[in-house]
């Protein structure tokens, strides 16, 4: 609406123009009737800006309840898309305050990123943490003398700290000869040598020593050749072929070498037997009677006569 004067020294032909003019500013009243809403109820012009002015009072200096429970924004354009503020109906008052701060909204389903939030007691589902963090629980202390159940270590603190460890300690090794050896954790190499008949082989984490097969075990069934028992108990076993201290057992029968180490030795022989037999040996000491002392049989009777 334009604003019109009459100032003092105008003629009447003015005050006709302007005043003939406020027709065009104020409308037809029939509009003003044909409409809805706030000014729907007004019969004339001040009624409807009564009516109206009421109305934007409240909202601009007082709280106004919006029935319809939404505000729409047009926006910059004036076009079909909007922006609709809304609630949900509330089941008892409440109220949302904004912050005295220029900002954006943030939304819970949306992909946003926060700068400088601080969230009290949070609970992250499989959070992904880019570039680093930082804060009062992350400690980079290279020797954790903190020891803290509620602080986090950062990478580097926990490198600092297991190589500082590693490199003090050493592995030490007693053989059973030799001197004590040292070896360094921290870069020397331990290595597991086999020995004559004695192999090692690695998989994983574990060592494994083995014996080759020309080792005598305890309970191994093995053939032994060029060995020499010193004072042996033997409970039992079976002969074939073989030669103790002198003694010559095989099918050949019992050679006795005797004291001197030379080409003559003693055969202890028997004919093929045809049914089990058995030599006792008296517990005495005596001398064995033969047919090369005795050639007869009546010579070993009388010998054995005479010897009762």
């Known amino acids: 609406m334009a604003d019109r004067n009459i100032a003092a020294g105008d003629t009447l032909r003015k005050l006709f123009i302007e005043f003939n003019a406020t027709a065009e500013d104020v ?14 109820a007004a019969t004339d012009l001040v009624e409807g800006i009564t009516l109206l002015n009421t109305d934007l009072t409240t909202i601009s200096t007082d709280n106004h309840i919006f029935s319809g429970g939404s505000i729409i924004f047009e926006g910059a354009t004036d076009d079909s898309f909007e922006t609709t503020l809304t609630v949900t109906d509330p089941t008892a008052d409440r109220t949302l305050t904004l912050p005295n701060a220029t900002g954006t909204v943030s939304l819970i389903d949306a992909t946003e990123t926060l700068t400088n939030k601080t969230l009290t007691t949070p609970t992250l589902t499989s959070p992904v943490l880019n570039t680093g963090v930082s804060g009062t629980a992350v400690l980079d202390e290279d020797n954790m003398s903190s020891n803290s159940a509620t602080q986090a270590a950062t990478q580097q603190s926990i490198k600092a700290y297991i190589d500082n460890q590693t490199t003090a300690q050493d592995l030490d090794i007693a053989p059973d000869s030799g001197t004590t050896q040292s070896i360094d954790l921290d870069g020397a190499t331990l290595t597991f040598s086999g020995g004559t008949q004695i192999g090692t082989s690695a998989s994983g984490n574990t060592v494994t020593m083995a014996i080759a097969s020309g080792v005598t075990t305890l309970s191994g069934t093995q053939t032994l050749t060029n060995k020499t028992f010193t004072s042996p108990t033997i409970d039992s076993f079976a002969l074939g072929s073989s030669t103790i201290s002198g003694l010559g057992i095989g099918a050949n029968g019992i050679i006795i070498e005797g004291a001197t180490a030379d080409d003559y030795e ?28 005795h050639a007869s049989k009546s010579n070993h009777i009388s010998r054995c006569i005479a010897l009762g």
Do not use: E, K
């Not at 409308?27 to 729907?40: K, R």
């Not at 037999?277 to 090369?292: E, L, S, W």
């Open 266 to 293: 003693t055969t202890l022989n028997v004919q093929n037997p045809t049914q089990d037999n058995v030599i006792t040996i008296p517990d005495a000491t005596m001398t064995a009677i033969t047919t090369a002392t």
């Open 27 to 40: 409308g037809d009243i029939a509009v003003l009737q044909g409409t809805s809403g706030i000014v729907a």
